[in-house]
């Protein structure tokens, strides 16, 4: 079978999956309710379908620290040998379903007009799954295939210049089975049940589930951004309640900060102190507003 080793990014199953998570993450910020994409996602990329195996395999590229040449390329082995087990009749029968059920629910140009961080890395992953299991046939895709390869190689080293690498947000640890898949569902599930007690999203409410979203499965990174909202919280908190009045609104302000101190000194951020950011944050939106 010949191949022309070329990139397809509507093929791309690690795009498609980045494509759906930003889908997913406009909808919960613009407060719009469809769960189409969670739907798609959860149906296509679970843990049992080969779209979900292939998943795995383009996450494995992104999951690692910078390693050494030699270990590079010893991993893009063990990943393209892994490629090459899965059941490529039943992969491309669940991609064309994929495709075919994101075109009857969306727009495709405006679907695959979002920009990919990694962009090139993905591109270079598809490339080389694609040589590995269909028989090349001239230099130039040979040119094209090992050209794809040292990308990989480049990313996985910490060598890649590339400025949409170096800028790179990874959204969402790899699919582990259908816990992980559930854990991806928490973040829209955090803003319902936030936004049926409270009004909608302030900016800078937006920005905290943003980090949240982009950085669920970088934990230092989230833990970072907390603990430094909450202490910019406590400041501003602590100098709303001496100016407080009522007594009982000045003891859960306090209780409020005590919160928030607490999650200044976690190691693990969990979603309980999320909702505990965005509640502190409601506090001082709806305290600026009684001062104004």
Known sequence: MKSNVKHNKIRNTGILFELLVRKITSDA??????????????????????LGKELLLYRAVFNVQQMSEEKAFHLIGIITDQRKKLNEHLLNTQKYNLIKEIKNHYDLKDFLNARIPSYKVYASVYKVFDGVINE?????????????????????????????????VQLFETIKGQEEDLRLLSYRILIEKFN????????????????????????EQLKKYATKEAEVLIKELKSKVVKVDNTVTRIKLSEVITQLERIANVNIIKENHMTSLLIALEITKTLDTLKS
Do not use: W
Request: charged content about 30%.
């Open 136 to 168: 090349l046939t001239d230099y130039t895709e040979i040119e094209s295939l090992v050209s794809a390869k040292f990308t990989m190689v480049e990313h996985l080293t910490g060598n890649l210049t590339n400025k949409e690498s170096k800028n790179d």
């Open 29 to 50: 910020l613009e407060n719009r309710n469809n769960d189409t994409a969670v739907k798609l996602m959860r149906e296509f990329f679970n843990s049992k379908t080969e």
């Open 196 to 219: 049926e007690k409270y009004a909608e999203l302030n900016d800078r409410q937006k920005n905290l589930l943003r980090e949240y979203i982009y950085n669920v499965s970088n934990t």
